[in-house]
Structures are given as C-alpha cells and as structure tokens.
C-alpha cells in the first residue's frame, strides 16, 4: 500500500510540474526592441518608404494628366 | 493629378498598417513569434491579388459584350498588376515559409516543395503569366482582345480549383490546411484574433486601392498611346 501511496503522490507532483512548465513556456517576441523604442526606428523607415513611393505615384499621376490636356 | 479621395485613403490605410501593424499588441504564439505580424503584408497581397482579378475579369466579360477596346485595356491592366501583387505574395511566402516551416519545424525542403499550396498558387500565377504571353502572340488588336477575353474568364475559373479548393481537400503546412487546426487554407475568419483584425482589415483596403491607383495609371497611359486607334 506505501508503495502506490507513493506512487500516486509522485505522480500528481510530476503532474503539476508539467503542466505548470507548460504554462510558463515562453513565446520569444521582440519585446527588447519594444521597451527600449527602437521599434519606433523600423516603423519611421516603413513610413519614409511609403511616403517615397506615393509621392513618386502622384508626381506619375500628374504627369499622364498633363498629357491627357495636351492631346484634347 | 486626377484628385480622388481613395489615393488619400490608400496613403493613410497603408500608413496605419506600418505604424499599427509594427506597433499594436498581436497573439503571443510558439513557432510564429513576431513573425505574425507578416498577416498583414503577405496574406493582404493574395487578398489584392484576388480582387483586382475579379476586377479584370469583369472587365474581360464587358469587353465580350460590347466589344468595346477600352475594356480591353481595362482587363489587361488589372490582370497585370494582380499579377505582380501574386508574385510578391509568393515571394514574401517564401522568405515566412523559410523561417516557421524550414527552420523551426524543422521541415526539409522536400516536404515544403510538396505543398499543395505552393503548387496551386504557382498553377494559378503561371496560368496569368501564359495570359500575357497570349496577348503578345497577336498581331492583330481584335483577334488578340477576344481571344485573351476568353482566355481571361479560364484564368480566374482556374484560380477556383488550383487556390481554393484542392488545398482545402490535403494536409498542408500552410495555417489553416486540415492538417493543422482551422479548416481554411489562407485564412479562417473565425480564427483570426480580434487584435489583429483592425489592422487586417484596412491592411487589404489600402493595398488593394494601391494596386488599383497603379493600374490605372497603366491604363491611361496606355488609353494615350491608343488614342488614335480607338477614336478611328
């Protein structure tokens, strides 16, 4: 009897263990480049990107209308 | 410039998908990490992709009906560009794939090149790309806009089988595949987080009106060049 007794507590401790490691089993984000705002730096550089090619797309836009003008 | 109020929306649609889409909390989640914040570049790109097809197609069933060259024009351009969103959807695939599939799923290349996802996508741009080769082969203007009309119809038929069903039928790596826990091969409406959601949502608006911004500067541009030819 001792010896299921044991066993039994051995394993619910094994368990809890287990499942506990399961639930503090950590996903790796960025979460360094969060706290010390150099994320901000990536998002500026998407921004200034972006901004570049639009004005690119209206400086284009621009150009065809100006021909549409000229072939009326 | 023609002043639209959707170019202004595209810019600030796009603009909150970068600050929003770098900034905002996503799903802490094993295997995909930070990498999930792609959902809103990658899978925008297919989303693009498939509406500016619709659009072509449309086009392509206009063209048939009234035999009008403008719709032809219309229907090439926007097969065009859905073309180059679908490729650059397959290229940002490539490089998640390497990192979630290949390098922390330990896959082989092998197992990835099986894909029926990847395969289907490539069936489906491949059958695009043979559209334009299609449109090339024609000396005559007529001749070239039905036939690539009709060809253009197939296309998007093809998309049906080749992107929609049969990797919804096999196991795939992809998310949502059977083999992994939603029922969707893209994306599963019902799976998406709520967080990701309002950045998604605007993310597929404002490339799609991108897509369609470039689009119709190829048309008019090309409007121009025929000018002469339509008028006649």
């Known amino acids: ?72 | 410039m023609r002043k639209s109020w959707w170019k202004i929306l595209s810019f600030f649609l796009l603009a909150y998908t970068f600050i929003g889409g770098f900034l905002l909390n996503v799903p802490r989640l094993p295997i995909l990490n930070e990498s999930i914040r792609n959902l809103y570049f990658h899978v925008s790109m297919w989303f693009s992709m498939m509406i500016l097809f619709i659009v072509s197609l449309v086009y392509s069933i206009k063209y048939l009906r009234t035999f009008n060259h403008r719709n032809d024009i219309f229907a090439s351009k926007f097969a065009a560009i859905g073309t180059l969103l679908g490729i650059l959807g397959y290229a940002t695939g490539t490089i998640w794939a390497n990192y979630t599939w290949i390098t922390d799923q330990h896959q082989s290349l092998g197992s990835v090149l099986k894909e029926p996802k990847l395969i289907g996508a490539a069936i489906a741009l491949l059958i695009y790309g043979a559209y334009f080769v299609l449109r090339g082969s024609f000396t005559d203007i007529d001749k070239r806009a039905r036939v690539s009309a009709v060809y253009n119809i197939f296309a998007f038929v093809m998309l049906f089988p080749s992107i929609w069903i049969i990797p919804r039928l096999v196991g795939s790596l992809h998310p949502g595949a059977p083999g992994s826990d939603s029922g969707n091969p893209a994306l599963n409406a019902n799976d998406i987080d709520s967080s990701m959601r309002i950045v998604f949502y605007p993310a597929v608006i404002g490339w799609t009106l991108l897509g369609v911004w470039i689009a119709t500067i190829k048309i008019r541009l090309q409007l121009l060049k025929d000018k002469n030819l339509i008028n006649a």
Not at chain 1, 14 to 36: G, H, P
Request: with cysteine; hydrophobic share 50%; proline share 1%.
């Open chain 1, 1 to 72: 009897m001792p010896n299921f007794f044991l066993r039994s507590v051995c394993t619910i401790i094994f368990l809890i263990t287990s499942l506990c490691s399961f639930a503090q089993q950590k996903v790796e984000m960025a979460d360094t480049m969060r706290s010390n705002g150099k994320i901000y730096v990536v998002v500026a550089v998407s921004i200034t990107i972006l901004t570049g090619l639009f004005i690119y797309l209206i400086f284009l836009d621009k150009k065809i209308s100006r021909f549409e003008k000229n072939k009326e």
